[in-house]
């Protein structure tokens, strides 16, 4: 296996290879400036002190370039997978949606479970979800049974407990 094997991208269930992927326009732009900071702050900042710390000898018990060393590699890793992601990325702004009596990416959806418990989740590309954030991935399964849905549907949620039945309350778009 060579170096840019272990960083390949996972093949994403329910997303055939090659395809491009959907991302909101503030989610490209956080991977972007991530990249930015990565490339103009954290290698500078990081190649330097590699250089200074090789300066000093014997490199082998020298911990300022082992971690130096590691850092790199990691900020490399991390470059290239974020490279390939924006390159794949195919922005779609939510604010575009036309059809805004059904769920499509980048809506805020409100439903009920079960326990007549609201919750709101927006749909967002899978690079971008952040569940802490209410964000969940276009390829996760309540994304995916909440597609296409209106207020007052109901859709069923597999759950590894059993069926759930949720019951869409509301749709926004931003």
């Given at each position: 296996?060579?170096?840019?094997?272990?960083?390949?991208?996972?093949?994403?269930?329910?997303?055939?290879?090659?395809?491009?992927?959907?991302?909101?326009?503030?989610?490209?732009?956080r991977m972007e400036a991530?990249?930015?900071?990565?490339?103009?702050?954290?290698?500078?900042?990081?190649?330097?002190?590699?250089?200074?710390?090789?300066?000093?000898?014997?490199?082998?018990?020298?911990?300022?370039?082992?971690?130096?060393?590691?850092?790199?590699?990691?900020?490399?890793?991390?470059?290239?997978?974020?490279?390939?992601?924006?390159?794949?990325?195919?922005?779609?702004?939510?604010?575009?949606?036309?059809?805004?009596?059904?769920?499509?990416?980048?809506?805020?959806?409100?439903?009920?479970?079960?326990?007549?418990e609201a919750r709101t989740?927006?749909?967002?590309?899978?690079?971008?979800?952040?569940?802490?954030?209410?964000?969940?991935?276009?390829?996760?399964?309540?994304?995916?049974?909440?597609?296409?849905?209106?207020?007052?549907?109901?859709?069923?949620?597999?759950?590894?407990?059993?069926?759930?039945?949720?019951?869409?309350?509301?749709?926004?778009?931003?």
């Amino acid at each position: 296996m060579d170096a840019d094997d272990e960083d390949e991208e996972p093949v994403l269930p329910g997303l055939p290879p090659g395809v491009s992927r959907y991302i909101t326009p503030d989610g490209l732009a956080r991977m972007e400036a991530e990249l930015r900071q990565l490339l103009r702050e954290e290698r500078p900042r990081i190649v330097e002190i590699v250089s200074w710390a090789a300066g000093n000898g014997d490199r082998s018990e020298n911990g300022d370039y082992l971690y130096g060393k590691k850092r790199l590699r990691e900020i490399d890793r991390r470059v290239r997978f974020l490279t390939r992601r924006i390159d794949k990325a195919e922005p779609v702004d939510p604010a575009a949606q036309t059809r805004r009596d059904r769920v499509f990416f980048g809506a805020a959806v409100t439903y009920l479970d079960e326990n007549d418990e609201a919750r709101t989740v927006t749909i967002v590309g899978a690079d971008e979800a952040e569940l802490d954030r209410g964000q969940v991935s276009l390829l996760s399964p309540v994304a995916r049974v909440l597609m296409g849905a209106r207020v007052g549907d109901e859709v069923r949620l597999l759950t590894p407990r059993g069926p759930v039945l949720l019951e869409v309350t509301a749709i926004a778009y931003p």
